[in-house]
């Protein structure tokens, strides 16, 4: 029978593990078997078992997955909850071997909201989230059904991510330019230009980073030959939905900054 979002210990058996593409999932499980295939992390797991009874047993990383997927409930928040703890202390491999368990939730969550963006992009997002949730669960406070709960959360974030994205998306640089410039030019050249104009004088007053313009023309205005949109945001090692909030956000703080400096009318 399938596993739901919410169940409480069967974290892995989703197929996720098994996609092996070049999608960022895929990317994932090639890294998770270059991890368990180093010789490395056995020391680190050794070192895991030794802090937290619940790992004894786990003599490599690949005996992890088993560990939490054939115990019980409350045995697998024991061990969930070490691997939170230990990231906690700065145990990225710790942090990453909950992702892995938890990597097929992440991909159903993008499953459940088709339609309202590319496949990668949903994945993209959910990860980034199953990221956030896991750098920041409550341990102390939510001790119990935690695979569960990081679901949850990571689906609470995806849908508030997905939501913004309605009324975030930057459009056109045309529409970009007229949306910022309250007053026209009176020799008004191409909107790339004022939009290059605009974003440059934004950066001298310290409205936005140099970053967030070169992300805005990258996207919208891409030099010729060079993809925009989606690709610019992987140039810049974001996600699509990531870098169209970010560019959003940008141009709202740039517009708030041009109504700000136009004198009021007499």
């Given at each position: 029978m399938p596993t739901?979002?919410?169940?409480?210990?069967?974290?892995?058996?989703?197929?996720?593990?098994?996609?092996?593409?070049?999608?960022?999932?895929?990317?994932?499980?090639?890294?998770?078997?270059?991890l368990c295939a180093d010789p490395y992390t056995e020391s680190a797991v050794a070192r895991w078992a030794v802090r937290h009874p619940e790992l004894?047993?786990?003599?490599?990383?690949?005996?992890?997955?088993?560990?939490?997927s054939g115990a019980g409930g409350e045995q697998a928040d024991r061990i969930?909850?070490?691997?939170?703890?230990?990231?906690?202390?700065?145990?990225?491999?710790?942090?990453?071997?909950?992702?892995?368990?938890?990597?097929?939730?992440?991909?159903?969550?993008?499953?459940?909201?088709?339609?309202?963006?590319t496949r990668p992009s949903l994945?993209?997002?959910?990860?980034?989230?199953?990221w956030t949730t896991i750098a920041t669960y409550p341990i102390e406070r939510r001790p119990a059904k935690v695979a569960a709960n990081?679901?949850?959360?990571?689906?609470?974030?995806?849908?508030?991510?997905?939501?913004?994205?309605?009324?975030?998306t930057p459009t056109s640089p045309d529409v970009?330019?007229?949306?910022?410039?309250?007053?026209?030019?009176?020799?008004?050249?191409?909107?790339?230009?004022?939009?290059?104009?605009?974003l440059t004088w934004a950066v001298d007053e310290g409205t936005i980073t140099a970053g967030d313009a070169t992300l805005i023309l990258d996207i919208y205005t891409p030099a010729p030959g060079t993809e925009g949109g989606a690709a610019a945001a992987e140039r810049h090692g974001l996600s699509w939905p990531a870098a169209r909030q970010r560019a959003s956000r940008a141009v709202r703080k740039v517009a708030a900054q041009v109504r700000a400096d136009v004198p009021a009318a007499a």
């Open positions: 739901t979002l919410a169940s409480g210990h069967d974290v892995t058996r989703t197929g996720a593990r098994r996609r092996t593409d070049a999608s960022l999932v895929g990317r994932l499980n090639a890294e998770w078997s270059r004894t047993g786990c003599l490599t990383l690949g005996d992890v997955e088993p560990a939490v969930l909850l070490a691997l939170l703890r230990l990231a906690r202390t700065g145990d990225s491999l710790a942090g990453r071997t909950v992702l892995q368990l938890m990597l097929g939730k992440a991909v159903r969550i993008a499953m459940t909201r088709a339609g309202r963006d994945e993209h997002t959910a990860v980034a989230a199953l990081i679901a949850m959360e990571t689906l609470r974030a995806v849908t508030t991510e997905l939501t913004h994205q309605l009324s975030e970009l330019a007229a949306d910022l410039l309250p007053v026209a030019p009176s020799a008004r050249t191409t909107a790339d230009h004022e939009l290059l104009d605009l």
